[in-house]
């Protein structure tokens, strides 16, 4: 199919729906953070959004949107293994990830008569047959390790097939000059999909203003996220490291089900489970270091913000190629600074 550039970044201007179900996985918090300014855009334009997902994403949503009907989803069921053994559970849990998708393909389509538009970020069960059903996705090959990189195209045939029930896939970045996707949202054989459409790097923070609360300054801002387990254990390391480090310092432990004032140990460390947009804004700029995992959804929050450079230091999760591959072209364009998991102790100023 062609690959049509978007004329603006955001929801395209064909897309006037009466009704709307927007989908998100729950990887981490990027997916549903990612598609809040399209949910405000379709809110914008009169449409009636409802809301599907689970987890902590869906708690991020109940947030963010509490007028908003939500509707639960299957849970994916897919955790991340520490390091090496991280593809290999991914590998194993692949039968469990397809049951999930036919349960979510099931469901969805129970509910086809209700709605004239789904946007789907990264859920493959989600398309509906004779409505307009659009993937939202920034990974339409899969980054290989550098032993395996022979097979990168056949990951690319795999997300090919898995995009082919739905009509449209919106890809969150800019089709060429400041690329943030690299090779992961840039296919070598567009053709296989359908119809590719740029929409622009999304951002929940560029439309929110900052609150001066928590404007700092602060030293380091880190932010844990991702799936279990690896999102507790950078948390783990990020306190660990944070503690025995002069200066104050904030660390978003990137989990919107909790509730609970702001913690401070009186080591200069001030902990919370969860930010608003506005306080999240402020406190990314107010700080001299950025640290995080280094997702998409986090890469596009840095840009929108102008924060992308030496400030940011991205954390790959060990073993998960597509953060890998993200910080390794960022690093080489002078849009942020590595450093692995082990290495936190010397975190870099």
Do not use: K
Not at 46 to 51: A, F, P, Y
Not at 224 to 241: I, K, M, V, Y
Not at 262 to 272: F, I, M, N, Q, S
Not at 306 to 311: A, N, Q, S, T, V
């Amino acid at each position: 199919m062609d690959v049509r550039p978007a004329g603006t970044e955001g929801l395209p201007a064909d897309a006037h729906p009466r009704r709307a179900l927007v989908c998100a996985l729950d990887w981490g918090l990027g997916h549903a953070t990612r598609t809040t300014p399209l949910v405000r855009s379709l809110q914008d334009r009169r449409s009636e959004v409802v809301l599907a997902s689970n987890g902590r994403a869906a708690a991020f949503w109940r947030s963010e949107f509490p007028d908003l009907e939500l509707r639960e989803l299957p849970d994916y069921g897919v955790r991340y293994a520490p390091g090496p053994w991280l593809v290999p559970t991914l590998l194993a849990s692949f039968p469990r990830l397809l049951g999930a998708i036919r349960a979510e393909r099931g469901l969805v389509r129970r509910w086809a008569g209700e709605f004239d538009l789904v946007v789907s970020d990264n859920r493959y069960g989600c398309a509906i047959p004779g409505v307009r059903s659009v993937l939202l996705t920034h990974q339409l090959r899969l980054a290989a390790p550098r032993r395996l990189s022979w097979m990168e195209p056949f990951g690319e045939r795999l997300m090919a097939r898995l995009c082919r029930p739905f009509g449209e896939v919106w890809i969150p970045d800019r089709p060429s000059g400041r690329i943030l996707s690299g090779r992961l949202g840039h296919p070598s054989r567009p053709d296989r999909f359908p119809t590719l459409q740029y929409v622009g790097p999304l951002s929940r923070l560029s439309a929110v203003d900052p609150d001066p609360a928590w404007s700092g300054p602060w030293d380091v801002v880190a932010v844990a996220s991702g799936p279990e387990p690896s999102r507790t254990s950078f948390e783990d390391a990020l306190r660990h490291a944070l503690v025995q480090r002069p200066g104050r310092h904030l660390l978003v432990r990137g989990r919107p089900d909790q509730i609970s004032a702001p913690l401070a140990d009186g080591t200069g460390l001030v902990e919370v489970p969860h930010l608003s947009g506005g306080a999240l804004r402020a406190a990314l700029q107010g700080a001299g270091t950025i640290v995080s995992r280094g997702g998409y959804s986090t890469v596009m929050d840095l840009d929108a913000l102008g924060l992308l450079g030496e400030r940011c230091v991205f954390v790959p999760t060990p073993g998960q190629t597509e953060q890998e591959s993200l910080a390794a072209d960022l690093s080489a364009r002078g849009l942020c600074r590595n450093c692995r998991e082990d290495e936190l102790g010397r975190l870099p100023t």
